[in-house]
């Protein structure tokens, strides 16, 4: 199993626009779940905001192996959601790892 990290700084400064955009990432990342083989979780949450200089947004997903989480990252429904996460991000750190 991988656990895949993605950690998000958002773009927007005003705090309305912050919360579409971190609702909008959490919908198209959670929909994935029932429509890409492969995925056992995924999840994103938004950070409590009660610390500065945390990131923003938090997506955690479990993968069955490499090759699963390799066919999540090219299949055409994640890179569409990529491709909004980019237009709303200034940032972001990913880490992966077996569990």
Do not use: C
Request: aromatic share 6%; net charge negative.
């Amino acid at each position: 199993m991988i656990r895949h990290i993605v950690l998000f700084r958002l773009a927007a400064e005003d705090d309305t626009q912050r919360r579409e955009d971190a609702a909008e990432i959490a919908s198209r990342l959670e929909a994935l779940h029932s429509q890409i083989a492969g995925i056992e979780s995924i999840r994103v949450d938004r950070d409590l905001g009660l610390v500065d200089g945390h990131w923003d947004l938090a997506l955690v997903s479990e993968h069955e192996d490499n090759a699963a989480l390799e066919a999540y990252q090219v299949h055409p429904l994640h890179k569409e959601a990529a491709a909004f996460i980019a237009s709303v991000i200034s940032d972001r750190a990913v880490v992966d790892y077996s569990v």
